[in-house]
């Protein structure tokens, strides 16, 4: 989990200082790329597992009206 975590991290971080914007789509593709894999099944864990990707997913949940 710590190597996936890392590469999601790094995906948000390499996204925003590019000034891209920065979703949990993004981020979950790119993290995807970065450990050289095709999809989540692969990698062993759900999106909604990584740490990085869950807080974005609540954040965008929140802007958009579908979350606590």
Not at 17 to 34: D, M, R, Y
Not at 36 to 51: N, Y
């Amino acid at each position: 989990m710590e190597r996936v975590e890392s590469a999601a991290a790094m995906s948000q971080r390499d996204l925003a200082t590019a000034g891209e914007n920065v979703t949990a789509w993004k981020v979950s593709q790119a993290t995807l790329v970065s450990l050289q894999v095709d999809s989540w099944s692969a990698v062993g864990f759900q999106l909604q597992e990584v740490p990085t990707l869950c807080r974005l997913l609540a954040i965008e949940g929140k802007i958009i009206g579908i979350g606590p």
